[in-house]
């Protein structure tokens, strides 16, 4: 049996954690966005629950490279590191590499074990790791925005999504009685879906710099410039380059220009998941994740907000029972991360 890895006992669900007779050793994860790099050192807990410890946030404006921020951790757990990771970023990943979407970084896992020191390295997508975590994490790890009617008489698909850096999307599947699959996609990048003159303007007014004017460019941090002088733009407002909290503080505040980006963004962030939701057949819930989610959360949960995310026409009844939660928790992809790991823990 390789190194780092337990006995298991056989288990005809492929997902369920009682493939995991006994305790792993403990894995390195990552969780790689546009913005913060972050490390621990991931174990199992109770019941084979995964825990996490050595928790390192690091800007990725410090590093050329992601080998160096890694390199950075590593020497800082000392020889205790573990010899294996799984690293989860902001991107597609393709034959053991990734380049990061809002980043100029590649990551190779043949590259990374050669100049690192691993075993073995894992590279999934970050949203997969994200939304491995919803059924790990506690009650209070959620703000929940809408109770909704949820049938808890069968498991159902589970919507994960947010706008952070980018605009993440995952779905988590039900196998079996507990375990889970989880189906990611790049839905971030389908294009952005007006619905009212003042978002037609917006997206017109995007047009004239942007060939293809995405969800992710509209909702997300990294379009938030973009967007901000396209409105001062449409509204003859000389733009200067404000930081997203202080935009968020005028529109309190009552400023037009303000309010309604924090509008356009939380309800076009609900209208962009009742749309995911309603194809998916994601009934067991929208949970909705990332920095921008966060700090829009009073807007999300606004009625207006909501509103768009049910009216869907003569499938509107469809989407009465589907409660909504916003993730409050940074360390969430961390603990999908591990998640995802022990869950691929082989059967001999």
Same mark, same amino acid.
């Given at each position: 049996m390789p190194?780092? !890895?337990?006995?298991?006992?056989?288990?005809?669900?492929s997902s369920c954690r009682c493939r995991v007779a006994a305790m792993a050793d403990p894995v390195l994860v990552g969780d790689i966005g546009g913005t913060n790099v972050r490390f621990?050192? &991931?174990? !199992?807990?109770?019941?084979?629950k995964p825990v996490v410890s050595d928790v390192s946030v690091m800007p990725g404006d410090d590093f050329e490279r992601f080998d160096d921020a890694l390199g950075l951790y590593l020497n800082q757990l000392g020889k205790g590191a573990p010899k294996r &990771? $799984?690293? &989860? $970023?902001?991107?597609?990943? #393709?034959?053991?590499?990734?380049?990061?979407?809002?980043?100029?970084?590649?990551?190779?896992? #043949?590259? $990374? !074990?050669e100049n690192c020191g691993l075993s073995s390295v894992r590279l999934v997508n970050d949203y997969a790791a994200m939304a491995r975590a919803i059924p790990e994490l506690p009650d209070d790890a959620f703000r929940l925005v809408r109770k909704g009617e949820p049938d808890t008489s069968a498991r159902h698909p589970i919507l994960v999504s947010g706008p952070g850096t980018g605009l993440g999307m995952a779905t988590l599947i039900p196998v079996g009685t507990t375990g889970w699959r989880v189906l990611t996609g790049e839905g971030g990048h389908a294009?952005?879906?007006?619905?009212?003159?003042?978002?037609?303007?917006?997206?017109e007014k995007l047009r004239e710099t942007h060939a293809y004017v995405s969800r992710e460019l509209v909702l997300s941090g990294s379009g938030f410039d973009a967007v901000h002088k396209a409105l001062c733009d449409i509204d003859g407002v000389q733009?200067?380059?404000?930081?997203?909290?202080?935009?968020?503080?005028?529109?309190? #505040? @009552?400023?037009?220009?303000?309010?309604?980006?924090?509008e356009i963004r939380a309800r076009g962030t609900l209208y962009a998941l009742g749309d995911t939701a309603l194809?998916?057949? &994601?009934?067991?819930?929208?949970?909705?994740?990332?920095?921008?989610?966060?700090?829009?959360?009073?807007?999300?949960?606004a009625p207006e907000a909501i509103d768009r995310f $049910? !009216?869907? @026409?003569?499938?509107?009844?469809?989407?009465?029972?589907?409660?909504?939660?916003?993730?409050?928790?940074?360390?969430?992809a961390l603990i999908g991360a591990a998640a995802l790991e022990y869950d691929e823990v082989p059967v001999p």
């Open positions: 190194a780092g !890895q337990t006995r298991a006992v056989a288990c005809l669900n621990a050192v &991931a174990s !199992q807990g109770f019941a084979g &990771a $799984l690293i &989860a $970023l902001a991107g597609p990943v #393709q034959k053991g590499r990734v380049k990061l979407t809002n980043r100029d970084w590649i990551v190779d896992t #043949q590259r $990374l !074990q294009a952005f879906a007006p619905a009212t003159p003042r978002e037609w303007a917006l997206a733009w200067e380059k404000t930081h997203p909290a202080k935009v968020e503080e005028l529109a309190r #505040q @009552g400023d037009p220009i303000c309010r309604d980006m924090c194809m998916n057949g &994601a009934r067991g819930g929208v949970v909705v994740t990332g920095g921008v989610a966060e700090e829009l959360a009073d807007w999300i949960a $049910l !009216q869907r @026409g003569p499938m509107s009844d469809y989407m009465q029972p589907i409660p909504i939660r916003i993730l409050m928790s940074g360390e969430a």
